[in-house]
């Protein structure tokens, strides 16, 4: 963890540059449109691995507070910087009470996570409300891509670990939440110049797949 730790520190100096990029900035108001859709109007929200905060900055409102988490301090500055409320830690770690929070996202984030199913168990916890997780789909040519890029030396992605949906609903399964709803996004290919962004059933069409999951009983 200490080694994607110090990637990420790396990486902040020039991440949010992607999101400028005319591919980019359509990617990221998709994957915005499918988060927004799966996380409550109102309440009190945390980011897991939020990074530079761009996604919180965007989702919160006069209704909707997110606190950023994130283990890389450099990241966080960034955050800072968007005047969010910031909390440097581990998702599996989390320094917060029983059920404060109403809902909880993460956004490409389980591909960094060493222990997944720990980090799952330990958002249970903290979190009363539904669990939004967007990941990217390893089945779809967006998964192919992200793996070409990490194989070839990719900062961030050679550290990544693609999941297909059926990994992660296990891996739900044994954090102790089940899927409410699940919708796929990111339907053009990676080259494209135009992103579909329609939201679909997950297939191998979706790029990505985002997942609303429920604390089990």
Same mark, same amino acid.
């Given at each position: 963890?200490?080694?994607?730790?110090?990637?990420?520190?790396?990486?902040?100096?020039?991440?949010?540059?992607?999101?400028?990029?005319?591919?980019?900035?359509?990617?990221?108001?998709?994957?915005?449109?499918?988060?927004?859709?799966?996380?409550?109007?109102?309440?009190?929200?945390?980011?897991?691995?939020?990074?530079?905060?761009?996604?919180? =900055?965007? *989702?919160?409102?006069?209704?909707? &507070? +997110?606190?950023?988490?994130?283990?890389?301090? $450099?990241?966080?500055?960034?955050? #800072?910087?968007?005047?969010?409320?910031?909390?440097?830690?581990?998702?599996?770690?989390?320094?917060?009470?029983?059920?404060?929070?109403?809902?909880?996202?993460?956004?490409?984030?389980? =591909?960094? *996570?060493?222990?997944?199913?720990? &980090? +799952?168990?330990?958002?249970?916890?903290?979190? $009363?409300?539904?669990?939004?997780? #967007?990941?990217?789909?390893?089945?779809?040519?967006?998964?192919?891509?992200?793996?070409?890029?990490?194989?070839?030396?990719?900062?961030?992605?050679?550290?990544?670990?693609?999941?297909?949906?059926?990994?992660?609903?296990?891996?739900?399964?044994?954090?102790?939440?089940?899927?409410?709803?699940?919708?796929?996004?990111?339907?053009?290919?990676?080259?494209?110049?135009?992103?579909?962004?329609?939201?679909?059933?997950?297939?191998?069409?979706?790029?990505?797949?985002?997942?609303?999951?429920?604390?089990?009983?």
């Amino acid at each position: 963890m200490i080694d994607i730790i110090k990637t990420f520190d790396k990486a902040s100096s020039f991440y949010d540059e992607w999101y400028e990029h005319p591919q980019g900035s359509q990617i990221f108001k998709a994957e915005l449109k499918a988060i927004e859709s799966m996380i409550p109007e109102s309440g009190l929200g945390l980011e897991i691995g939020s990074g530079t905060g761009i996604f919180a =900055e965007h *989702l919160k409102n006069n209704y909707r &507070t +997110i606190i950023c988490l994130d283990p890389s301090a $450099e990241m966080l500055k960034k955050a #800072l910087e968007r005047s969010l409320p910031c909390i440097i830690s581990l998702g599996n770690r989390l320094p917060f009470r029983k059920n404060i929070f109403n809902f909880t996202y993460m956004v490409t984030v389980i =591909e960094f *996570l060493t222990e997944p199913e720990n &980090t +799952i168990s330990e958002i249970k916890y903290a979190n $009363e409300g539904n669990l939004c997780i #967007l990941f990217i789909n390893s089945d779809s040519s967006w998964g192919s891509f992200y793996q070409k890029i990490g194989w070839e030396g990719n900062l961030v992605f050679s550290k990544a670990r693609l999941y297909q949906l059926s990994e992660v609903v296990k891996i739900l399964d044994r954090g102790g939440y089940y899927i409410n709803y699940k919708i796929g996004t990111l339907t053009s290919q990676p080259m494209s110049s135009d992103i579909g962004a329609e939201l679909i059933k997950p297939s191998d069409r979706a790029g990505v797949i985002i997942i609303n999951a429920l604390e089990k009983e």
